[in-house]
């Protein structure tokens, strides 16, 4: 089921995968009877200078679309089962995940815990409680290469 596969950082997960059109992706969540709603995020409150459409699944996932309408990142919520290679999963203390990636950093500015492995992890500030976990392309960590969308 779409709501438990693994999390493969770079990649995306089995039935959707990074790069893929939005067209694609609504196609495969039609087929599969998954309710959604599509939004527009403006570019003017984004660091990113292009509009993102954003495709919602209520607390089990967000896919973010670039100008170029194809999936850039994806943001895995605490209805979302799957795990990532090394078994870290949403729910899951930021503690017990450190010590499955001891790469992951706190980044201060996006107040998330960033790996070397390709995914960003965000935390409850009442609990530090897992609550979600980013995968994107690697083009997203050099903002030049992509603000232009030619990937």
């Known amino acids: 089921m779409l709501f438990n596969e693994a999390i493969i950082p770079f990649v995306g997960i089995e039935s959707i995968k990074l790069y893929q059109a939005l067209t694609d992706v609504k196609k495969i969540l039609t087929e599969e009877g998954i309710s959604y709603r599509e939004e527009l995020w403006s570019s003017q409150s984004?660091?990113?200078?292009?509009?993102?459409?954003v495709?919602?699944?209520?607390?089990?996932?967000?896919?973010?679309?670039?100008?170029n309408d194809k999936l850039f990142k994806?943001?895995?919520w605490q209805d979302y089962s799957g795990s990532l290679p090394n078994s870290?999963?949403?729910g899951m203390p930021v503690t017990k995940?450190?010590?499955l990636d001891p790469t992951l950093t706190y980044d201060d500015w996006n107040e998330d815990y960033e790996?070397?492995?390709?995914?960003?992890?965000?935390d409850d500030a009442e609990n530090s409680n897992i609550i979600s976990i980013s995968i994107f392309i690697r083009e997203l960590l050099d903002e030049d290469q992509f603000d232009v969308c030619n990937w």
């Not at 790996?115 to 965000?122: A, P, T």
């Open 115 to 122: 790996s070397n492995s390709g995914y960003w992890l965000e």
């Open 74 to 76: 994806i943001v895995f």
């Open 55 to 67: 495709i919602v699944i209520d607390n089990v996932m967000s896919l973010f679309f670039a100008k």
């Open 46 to 53: 984004e660091t990113v200078p292009n509009p993102w459409r």
């Open 97 to 99: 995940a450190k010590t």
């Open 88 to 90: 870290i999963s949403t």
